[in-house]
């Protein structure tokens, strides 16, 4: 039985403008469970779905390009992060994050279908990796891929912005955030044009608390931009450039000692593990050819019948006090908190369905994920204690 660990929310679809705006009339978001219809038993008007739903297709302007607005939120804080997101037709994606966003402000992300980029201009990083695995529904024509990979129940009257809606409520079958979480899905159409009004998900996933992401259309057919899916690296002798493009990057599995014998800064491991948790496997990931980024260890701890337990990911630390280590601090303080782990200074998040403590030692920066729902607070800053 192979091992899967939970994938969490990683942050490259979060982009965005104008967060303060947000913020003067923002209010906590209701993540009260809205009970989804059990399809494909249907209310009496919703047997009118698909009919409404070709409706809205045909509706929508002939485009190449969909700017949209997302924010994700959660009880703790009204705007997480607030993204502007453009997509075309032939899946290219920009996105870019508010400076005040809490998550990775200031962060552009661009995929022009060859490679992903990515500036952090807080951290002054600049990566481009490999396309993974893409799973876009936000492009042209938006309303058919969001509309027709999801399923509805429920159709009902509502206003949005004081227009007449039709609001269709169900599940989102197609969704990049959902992952294995239940999510409620509701989706509002002029009632007079039908073209969608806005989204909304909540997300209720088995680590952290919901959270919600609401989107909504901001133009068809933006003005032309030409540099809009091109990003390069700044000109400026201070940033990082991680180009996993130009250095392929391999990984091997291999034992700890191996690891350990193959890496230039102590790596750590769990201690004092009981007897249903075992270290399943650890993984090297280095360039092919030694240069351009340096190697990180992955380690996958599982407890009984390999069942996800822990993962801890390990990397050469900044130097400390420098201004790259105290900015990626500060970025993880915006959704955490400050704790300690053994004599050094940590941050514990729980946020957009991941628990994970961060800390470095003079030469080790590490990250210590929970993949358990039982792993709290508590119990996984013990474990982070324990590393040695």
């Known amino acids: 039985m192979n091992p899967a660990p939970r994938l969490c929310l990683t942050l490259t679809v979060l982009a965005a ?21 059990a399809l494909p038993t249907l209310t009496a008007a919703a047997v009118k779905v698909p009919e409404i739903i070709a409706t809205a297709v045909a509706a929508e302007p002939v485009h190449s390009v969909v700017q949209l607005e997302s924010v994700f939120a ?7 992060s607030k993204i502007s997101i453009w997509a075309n037709a032939e899946g290219m994606r920009r996105e870019e994050s508010s400076p005040d966003s809490l998550y990775n402000p200031g962060v552009i992300s661009v995929d022009n279908l060859d490679a992903i980029s990515r500036y952090n201009p ?6 481009r990796n490999p ?46 955030l959902r992952r294995d979480a239940p999510s409620d899905f509701t989706v509002w159409l002029d009632a007079e044009t039908h073209l969608i009004l806005k989204s909304q998900k909540i997300v209720r996933p088995d680590i952290g608390p919901p959270f919600v992401v609401t989107s909504r259309v901001v133009a068809y057919d933006p003005p ?29 599995t291999i034992s700890l000692e191996e690891a350990r014998k193959a890496v230039d800064y102590p790596l750590l491991a ?10 399943y496997s650890t993984s090297l990931n280095r360039t092919e050819s030694g240069k351009g980024m340096e190697p990180s260890v992955v380690q996958f701890y599982v407890r009984g019948e390999k069942e996800g ?20 601090r500060d970025l993880a303080l915006k959704l955490g908190k400050s704790v300690k782990v053994g004599e050094h200074d940590g941050v514990y998040v729980e946020r957009l369905g991941s ?12 990250k210590l994920s929970a993949n358990r729902p039982d792993l709290d607070e508590a119990t996984l800053l013990d474990w982070a204690r324990k590393m040695r």
């Open 224 to 252: 032309v931009d030409p540099n809009r899916f091109t990003l390069t690296s700044p000109v400026d002798p201070d940033v990082l450039v991680q180009d996993s493009v130009a250095n392929p990057m391999t990984s091997d």
């Open 74 to 80: 959660d009880a703790d804080s009204p705007a997480i």
């Open 309 to 328: 337990y822990l993962v801890a990911e390990q990397y050469s630390a900044d130097p400390p006090g420098s201004e790259r280590a105290v900015a990626r």
């Open 17 to 37: 403008a104008g967060l303060s705006a947000c913020r003067e009339g923002a209010k906590a978001p209701d993540l009260t469970r809205r009970a989804t219809p």
């Open 270 to 279: 769990v201690t004092e593990l009981p007897q249903d948790v075992t270290l």
């Open 122 to 127: 807080t951290t002054k990083i600049f990566n």
């Open 355 to 366: 628990r994970y403590v961060v800390w470095q030692t003079d030469k080790t920066r590490i």
């Open 131 to 176: 396309r993974g695995v893409v799973n876009i529904i936000d492009q042209p024509p938006y309303a058919k891929n969001l509309l027709e990979k999801s399923l509805f129940g429920e159709v009902s009257t509502d206003t949005v912005d004081g227009k007449p809606a039709i609001r269709l409520d169900g599940r989102p079958e197609d969704d990049p």
